[in-house]
């Protein structure tokens, strides 16, 4: 076993493009969906220890058993026969829970490889991104970074070449969301009396060459904005500013705009800061990184 302290760097994403192709046998859904990692991260550290325990920064993120660092942590240790082995780990917060930029998923996957490269496990990508894929959907991504487009739960992925940065100015309602509450809403409005919604159509493999968002969508804005009016509300005011798009990110509750270039962030923030006063705008910006393992002290990529 190693004894080196070590950090996971755990990029948040938003989603490009979601659409919604229709329900499965086990409770998901089938999705084709654009995720893209972007410039906010969460880190996590681990340390020798004899039990395995995590500490969080933030006051509403959960530290027992129901929190996806623990569970990734607990799933590694169960198939790879390291039952004797603890750990602290400590988690730091910036991205934002139930936001729908990933965080949680983004901290599985880090755990996973964190844990792995600890404990001197011999886990290789593939096996990495099927224990992700156990513990979330969107978890395997994390693994990949960059811009990938997901086909059935969002954990089929195909890499997609990333363009550039592109600058962002990420909304936050004083509110997060539940992503099974917003698919259980979804679903609702499609289940019969036939009601003349015809399910969307799989457009990922169209998604254009560079930064081009003509094709961005996310089917899950009708039953978000009708429920949060005020998301909405957002959303048309980025466009007002000259947002090209401004989407809901997966399930909300994030609205992000795309902006030319970071002073045009800078300015719409400023613009709009008054009227959402009590919501959080963070300004961002579209990275190819992924979950990240490096020397504690060590920054690394
Ligand atoms: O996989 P994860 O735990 O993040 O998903 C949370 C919930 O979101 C699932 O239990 C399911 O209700 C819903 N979901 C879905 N279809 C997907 C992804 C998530 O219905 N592709």
Same mark, same amino acid.
């Given at each position: 076993m190693s004894? +080196?302290?070590? /950090?996971?760097?755990?990029?948040?994403?938003?989603?490009? @493009?979601? =659409?919604?192709l229709g329900r499965r046998e086990d409770g998901y859904h089938d999705l084709d969906t654009v995720?893209? +990692?972007?410039?906010?991260? !969460? &880190? $996590?550290e681990i340390h020798p220890a004899s &039990? $395995?325990?995590? &500490?969080c920064d933030h006051l509403n993120v959960p530290t027992d058993s129901s929190n996806?660092?623990?569970r990734a942590a607990e799933l590694l240790r169960a198939r790879? &026969? +390291?039952? +004797? !082995?603890?750990?602290?780990? /400590?988690?730091?917060? @910036?991205i934002p829970p139930a936001a729908g930029l990933g965080g949680g998923s983004s901290n599985a996957a880090g755990a996973l490889l964190l844990c792995s490269r600890f404990w001197e496990l011999p886990v290789g990508e593939a096996e990495l991104c099927a224990l992700g894929g156990e513990l979330g959907a !969107? /978890?395997?991504f994390f693994f990949h970074g960059g811009r990938a487009r997901g086909l059935g739960r969002g954990d089929r992925l195909t890499p997609l070449a990333f363009p550039g940065e592109s600058h962002l100015l990420l909304g936050l309602p004083p509110f997060g969301l539940s992503t099974a509450e917003v698919f259980r809403r979804h679903a609702e =409005?499609?289940?019969?009396?036939?009601n003349g919604v015809s399910l969307a159509r799989p457009i990922g493999h169209k998604w254009p060459e560079g930064n081009n968002f003509s094709l961005a969508a996310n089917d899950l804005e009708s039953v978000v904005f009708d429920g949060w009016p005020e998301l909405s509300s957002f959303r048309d005011a980025l466009v007002e500013q000259g947002a090209e798009p401004a989407l809901l990110s997966g399930s909300g509750s994030t609205v992000y705009g795309v902006f030319e270039g970071a002073a045009d962030v800078d300015r719409v923030r400023d613009a709009l800061g008054a009227r959402f006063g009590h919501w959080t705008l963070l300004p961002s910006r579209t990275v190819p990184g992924s979950v990240r393992v490096n020397p504690l002290g060590r920054r690394g990529a």
């Open positions: 004894h +080196a302290p070590l /950090v996971a760097r755990c990029p948040a994403k938003i989603n490009l @493009s979601l =659409r919604v995720f893209q +990692a972007i410039d906010l991260w !969460d &880190e $996590l &039990e $395995l325990t995590l &500490e996806l660092v623990l790879h &026969e +390291a039952g +004797a !082995d603890g750990a602290r780990i /400590v988690l730091r917060k @910036s !969107d /978890v395997p =409005r499609l289940t019969p009396p036939a």
